[in-house]
């Protein structure tokens, strides 16, 4: 499969475990390893690493530069795919147009105080409601398409740098009319600078069409979108030529998950009000105080954002810590599926810290109704706050302020918020010590931003 093709494992981020089976896996598929980066014909870089600091050494003599999923597609699907999507593209060099650069200061040795960080560069020390599509709507759609087709291939890379950039442009509040304009915005890069200023001269990004509007970007959203499919399974089912839902329930062997999520990927895919959101919301409550009078509910996740229309709905249940976590959603649980509310599971008590979660499907009763994703978090009362902030969302926000905690030598969960962390590289060496956290103000607090209210951290 892999003749002639002469493989360079850059080391970044890519562990010599992995490293070792990607070579024998190259090796058996007659494929060779070479040992330097100029004798290669393709270089396989880690996808969660850094590309934009990645030498740019590794493209002299032009050779394919590509993500690790493309390698594993390759081996899984026993044929060679096309790279385009995978391309690892040579970082831009930015030159100072100022003046050279001073002699380098570690900020690790002068301490991560509020002077050494540029907290605008972080969505959470902004408020997502000033924000606004209207400006830059034919901007903003095109890009939108990239970041969900780029998704639904299992590209999460390419996807999270379109939805930085998304972001970056909604909070930017103005009009773009220059490349200028768009470059000095954190987050966007020149390529991403360039697509911006394609759509406002033509009205479109011709990668949208090349990419976006094909049977196979058409039939990966599709299987995408099956609950408990992912998009590796969705590229696997494309290959062996399924095409429509109706190919996966007669030709293909479904988990019990992915059974549920085609039996109701209709309804799952319809929106809902807030009103049935906080109808379901209230059916759970009134179990949970029948279990225990001493627990509290709270509806997170779109819903808490201020969304109009809800996709699912999130509950987290908080109990007092003397209370078994398991226990608790157990006996909700029991009482929910007696009833009929509960009428399927997805995901059962699955253990997180001194957290359970539960995700199911849910259908109130009653005509016209349909079903519904429900999920349930129990939380003990002491990780009240850091659960209700990371079930809330959203999950760019959610990613900005734990960036923002590492920064200032932090680590942020939805467990606690940690001081003191010391780190090595991204790998934690000692996890400091855990700071007091009543409220998600106090998070704020610790973190020295400004208090943002749910409505205003929907990024």
Request: one cysteine or more; glycine letters at 6%; aromatic letters at 6%.
């Amino acid at each position: 499969m892999f003749k002639s093709m002469k493989f360079y494992f850059h080391t970044a981020k890519l562990s010599r475990t992995r490293q070792n089976l990607f070579a024998t896996q190259v090796t058996k598929h007659g494929g060779q390893v070479v040992s330097s980066s100029e004798l290669a014909t393709h270089i396989i870089v880690e996808e969660t690493s850094d590309h934009s600091s990645l030498p740019v050494s590794l493209w002299a003599g032009d050779p394919s530069v590509v993500g690790t999923l493309w390698l594993s597609q390759c081996l899984k699907s026993h044929t060679v795919l096309d790279q385009q999507l995978y391309i690892v593209n040579k970082p831009v060099q930015k030159r100072s147009s100022v003046s050279p650069d001073p002699p380098f200061t570690s900020k690790k040795q002068a301490g991560n105080t509020s002077s050494d960080i540029d907290i605008q560069k972080y969505a959470c020390s902004q408020s997502s409601s000033a924000s606004s599509d209207s400006c830059n709507a034919a901007v903003l759609s095109q890009l939108k398409r990239l970041a969900e087709t780029y998704r639904a291939r299992g590209d999460q890379w390419r996807a999270h740098g379109y939805e930085k950039a998304i972001s970056a442009i909604r909070r930017h509040g103005k009009e773009i009319i220059s490349y200028e304009e768009v470059a000095s915005l954190e987050g966007v890069g020149a390529k991403m600078a360039s697509k911006v200023m394609e759509v406002i001269s033509t009205g479109k990004i011709r990668k949208v069409q090349e990419l976006c509007e094909t049977e196979q970007s058409r039939v990966l959203d599709l299987f995408s979108n099956v609950w408990g499919a992912g998009p590796s399974t969705a590229n696997a089912w494309y290959i062996k030529g399924h095409r429509t839902l109706n190919d996966l329930i007669e030709k293909e062997t479904l988990t019990k998950q992915q059974q549920i999520g085609v039996k109701y990927y209709k309804e799952f895919s319809e929106r809902m009000s807030r009103s049935e959101v906080e109808e379901i919301g209230r059916k759970v409550t009134e179990v949970a105080l029948q279990v225990d009078a001493s627990l509290a509910t709270v509806l997170c996740g779109s819903y808490r954002r201020g969304k109009v229309t809800c996709g699912d709905v999130d509950v987290v249940v908080i109990k007092p810590d003397r209370l078994n976590s398991k226990t608790v959603l157990t006996s909700i649980l029991a009482k929910l599926k007696e009833s009929g509310f509960i009428t399927d599971d997805l995901v059962s008590l699955e253990k997180n810290g001194n957290q359970r979660k539960y995700l199911g499907v849910c259908k109130l009763p009653g005509d016209n109704r349909i079903h519904r994703r429900l999920d349930i978090f129990v939380v003990p009362e002491s990780e009240t706050a850091c659960a209700i902030m990371h079930y809330t969302g959203s999950a760019l926000f959610n990613r900005s302020i734990r960036q923002l905690a590492a920064k200032r030598d932090m680590h942020l969960s939805e467990h606690n918020l940690a001081a003191g962390v010391i780190r090595q590289g991204s790998e934690i060496q000692n996890r400091g010590h855990i700071l007091l956290t009543p409220t998600e103000a106090s998070i704020f607090k610790h973190l020295n931003l400004e208090y943002r209210p749910p409505e205003e951290r929907d990024h």
